[in-house]
């Protein structure tokens, strides 16, 4: 079995910063890529960030310069810092990764996160 864990959603207001973190747990051998996507009341899933197990990043383009994926190999931990958050930020927040366990390499997804950008 493995786990997904998100924290660090919240209320900021326009301008404001928010950390979130996920954590997986479980029987991991290892873990590719790690990304993080969200969903904004009746909108479809969309992807945010991604970083590979190599360090490299990717982002959509209205978060460049705004928000910044990490990942701490060690702890099975990878993050998400946004800055300069706007309303539009709003949204459901879910990280995903590719996970190896001893029965194979399968896609796994947290439960999400809210982050909220109003004044």
């Known amino acids: 079995q493995v786990q997904l864990v998100e924290s660090g959603g919240g209320l900021v207001q326009p301008g404001g910063s928010l950390r979130l973190s996920c954590a997986a747990s479980?029987?991991?051998?290892?873990?590719?890529?790690m990304g993080w996507y969200r969903q904004a009341a009746g909108k479809q899933r969309e992807l945010v960030a991604a970083?590979?197990?190599?360090?490299?990043?990717n982002y959509r383009d209205s978060v460049k310069g705004r928000f910044t994926i990490s990942r701490d190999n060690a702890k099975n931990t990878w993050y998400l810092q946004m800055d300069s958050l706007k309303p539009e930020d709003t949204a459901l927040y879910y990280c995903?990764?590719?996970?190896?366990?001893?029965?194979?390499?399968?896609?796994?997804w947290g439960q999400g996160t809210q982050v909220t950008v109003s004044p």
């Open positions: 995903n990764a590719n996970i190896a366990t001893i029965r194979g390499r399968s896609l796994y």
């Open positions: 479980g029987s991991i051998v290892s873990i590719n890529a």
């Open positions: 970083i590979t197990s190599g360090g490299n990043t």
